[in-house]
């Protein structure tokens, strides 16, 4: 221990003294023992050791951010420590003071590292003083990255105008980081500037902008950013146009009135046909859906009816986020009306939705001639758990064939009702082979032990593969 702490000093000593003077630092013996107590075994340490670096001061706080050059472990969980303890805690005086040192540290550490480390524990608690202070690095190029993301935190009547003159001023990767700030932080007096490096020749950069341009969501932009995305065909591409154009209409969305938003969508659900536009379409979809949220049922329904199964499918998923008491009988009316696969795609939906309504209209899909319509309605059923339908399943085993028979037997499974063991035993008798085998496994893997008296008479069954079904279901319900 002895020697750890001699170590820690050798490593420290050099940084250990008042900036600018040479001559050791007063706090040196403080931080040291602070230091030593890192990481706290417990949050009452902890606190005791925050409460210890409050006590520093600026020009403590300001030595021990100068520290976080030598890349000590101790040094660099002491600031981050202090740092969430003052934001976390809203100590607002206590904040300011550490913003402060943070600030005198950043100017006076030589080191891209630590000043990296600095701007980013002023990410955390900075204000409009860390905002004015991070700005010449949002020009240099090391550094320019973790400074946007710092001063996209902070945000303000500082930082904002900073990065839009910064970018007049930055070249290279530098450009990148502060267009996307400039979008992040949506802030509609940097528009000009980055529409104006939408049609530049720097790839990277016109990929930035559109982004940038569409988080922004300015009405004004919406030119642009539709000519960007029809040029790339309302498909994905190297250049984000579609999706800068799919993001600038959710930002309209936000907003009020609505309008624009509605168009665009309207204008990518008219526009986008091909299976390659799919994904801007559902995103329209969804858009559509938003905006006009009163009429989200029939636009979802007539969705749900589309002959593109993966659109369909998309608004089915959308619909089922939305389901409830108030508009599931939408759905129980719009079953009716459709067929083939688009009625089996509702059946499902209205499984999901576990609204006991649905429960007549499921339950007349069971006799559907259309086998996918059929399936679907078994499974919905299942879905619904409502021990009415326990009845209708068991029936349906004599109607279908052997796949439909066992797809039954799994869904009576995963109904939770004592009413499926009772419902299996008492069906045994006289029944085809395979449905017996499959009530058989239902009784198995329920341990139904008030049905052993059905289940041993099966035992003396003529069909070998019955009587073997019968016998493994009885050692299960006797082990049991």
Same mark, same amino acid.
């Given at each position: 221990?002895?020697?750890?702490?001699?170590?820690?000093?050798?490593?420290?000593?050099?940084?250990?003294?008042?900036?600018?003077?040479?001559?050791?630092?007063?706090?040196?013996?403080?931080?040291?023992?602070?230091?030593?107590?890192?990481?706290?075994?417990?949050?009452?340490?902890?606190?005791?050791?925050?409460?210890q670096?409050?006590?520093?001061?600026?020009?403590?706080?300001?030595?021990?951010?100068?520290?976080?050059?030598?890349?000590?472990?101790?040094?660099?969980?002491?600031?981050?420590?202090?740092?969430?303890?003052?934001?976390?805690?809203?100590?607002?005086?206590?904040?300011?003071t550490?913003?402060?040192?943070w600030?005198?540290?950043?100017?006076?550490?030589?080191?891209?590292?630590?000043?990296?480390?600095?701007?980013?524990?002023?990410?955390?608690?900075?204000?409009?003083v860390?905002?004015?202070?991070?700005?010449?690095?949002?020009?240099?190029?090391?550094?320019c990255?973790? !400074?946007?993301? /710092?001063?996209?935190? @902070? #945000?303000?009547?500082?930082?904002?105008?900073t &990065?839009?003159? =910064?970018?007049?001023? $930055?070249k290279?990767n530098?450009?990148?980081?502060?267009?996307?700030?400039?979008?992040e932080?949506?802030?509609?007096?940097?528009l000009?500037?980055?529409?104006?490096?939408?049609?530049?020749?720097?790839?990277?950069?016109?990929?930035? !902008?559109?982004? /940038?341009?569409?988080? @922004? #969501?300015?009405e004004?932009?919406?030119?642009? &950013?539709?000519? =960007?995305?029809a040029? $790339?065909g309302?498909?994905?591409?190297?250049m984000?146009?579609?999706?800068?154009y799919?993001?600038?209409?959710?930002?309209?969305?936000?907003?009020?009135?609505?309008?624009?938003?509605?168009?665009?969508?309207?204008?990518?659900?008219k526009?986008?046909?091909?299976?390659?536009q799919?994904?801007a379409?559902?995103?329209?979809?969804?858009i559509?859906?938003?905006?006009?949220?009163?009429d989200?049922?029939?636009?979802?329904?007539?969705?749900?009816?589309?002959?593109?199964?993966?659109f369909?499918?998309?608004?089915?998923?959308?619909a089922?986020?939305?389901?409830?008491?108030?508009?599931?009988?939408?759905?129980?009316d719009?079953?009716?009306?459709?067929?083939?696969?688009?009625k089996?795609?509702?059946?499902?939906?209205l499984?999901?939705?576990?609204?006991?309504?649905?429960?007549?209209?499921?339950?007349?899909?069971l006799?559907?001639?259309?086998m996918?319509?059929?399936?679907?309605?078994?499974?919905a059923?299942?879905m619904?758990g409502?021990?009415?339908?326990?009845a209708a399943l068991?029936?349906?085993?004599?109607?279908?064939?052997?796949?439909?028979?066992?797809?039954?037997?799994?869904?009576?499974l995963?109904?939770?009702?004592?009413?499926?063991?009772?419902?299996?035993?008492?069906?045994?008798q006289?029944?085809?082979?395979?449905?017996?085998?499959a009530l058989?496994?239902?009784?198995?893997?329920?341990?139904?032990?008030?049905?052993?008296?059905?289940?041993?008479?099966m035992?003396?069954?003529?069909?070998?593969?019955?009587?073997?079904?019968?016998?493994?279901?009885?050692?299960?319900?006797?082990?049991s």
């Amino acid at each position: 221990m002895r020697r750890s702490k001699l170590i820690i000093l050798f490593i420290l000593f050099p940084i250990l003294y008042t900036a600018g003077q040479g001559k050791p630092s007063p706090y040196a013996t403080r931080i040291n023992a602070i230091l030593q107590e890192m990481p706290s075994p417990n949050d009452s340490l902890k606190n005791i050791s925050m409460k210890q670096l409050e006590k520093l001061g600026e020009e403590g706080l300001t030595t021990l951010a100068m520290m976080s050059q030598t890349g000590n472990i101790r040094v660099q969980y002491a600031l981050t420590a202090y740092t969430r303890y003052i934001t976390a805690a809203l100590q607002d005086s206590a904040r300011k003071t550490a913003v402060k040192a943070w600030c005198r540290a950043l100017k006076w550490v030589p080191s891209i590292p630590a000043k990296n480390f600095l701007i980013s524990q002023l990410q955390l608690c900075g204000n409009d003083v860390a905002a004015a202070t991070i700005a010449p690095y949002l020009v240099q190029e090391p550094l320019c990255d973790a !400074a946007a993301r /710092a001063l996209i935190q @902070i #945000g303000g009547p500082v930082a904002k105008p900073t &990065l839009v003159y =910064a970018l007049s001023k $930055a070249k290279g990767n530098s450009k990148i980081a502060l267009i996307n700030a400039i979008g992040e932080l949506r802030y509609l007096s940097g528009l000009d500037a980055v529409t104006a490096l939408a049609n530049t020749k720097d790839l990277r950069q016109r990929r930035v !902008a559109l982004m /940038a341009i569409a988080n @922004i #969501g300015n009405e004004s932009s919406d030119s642009l &950013l539709r000519a =960007a995305a029809a040029r $790339a065909g309302y498909v994905y591409d190297s250049m984000n146009a579609t999706a800068a154009y799919i993001l600038f209409a959710q930002r309209m969305a936000e907003n009020w009135p609505q309008e624009p938003a509605r168009k665009i969508a309207a204008r990518l659900l008219k526009e986008c046909k091909s299976p390659a536009q799919l994904p801007a379409r559902i995103a329209a979809l969804q858009i559509m859906v938003t905006v006009r949220f009163n009429d989200a049922n029939r636009i979802l329904g007539d969705a749900a009816a589309d002959p593109d199964p993966a659109f369909r499918s998309a608004a089915l998923k959308m619909a089922a986020k939305n389901l409830n008491t108030s508009n599931t009988n939408y759905w129980i009316d719009r079953v009716v009306r459709e067929k083939d696969e688009v009625k089996a795609g509702i059946l499902l939906l209205l499984g999901e939705s576990r609204q006991r309504t649905a429960t007549r209209v499921i339950q007349a899909a069971l006799n559907d001639s259309n086998m996918v319509v059929k399936t679907a309605a078994i499974k919905a059923a299942g879905m619904l758990g409502n021990t009415t339908m326990i009845a209708a399943l068991v029936y349906e085993m004599n109607r279908v064939d052997s796949s439909t028979i066992f797809l039954i037997r799994d869904v009576l499974l995963t109904m939770r009702s004592n009413m499926v063991a009772s419902t299996a035993g008492i069906s045994l008798q006289n029944k085809p082979p395979l449905m017996q085998i499959a009530l058989l496994q239902v009784l198995a893997e329920r341990k139904a032990e008030e049905m052993k008296a059905r289940v041993v008479a099966m035992t003396q069954s003529a069909n070998p593969a019955v009587k073997e079904q019968a016998e493994k279901t009885l050692k299960a319900i006797e082990g049991s």
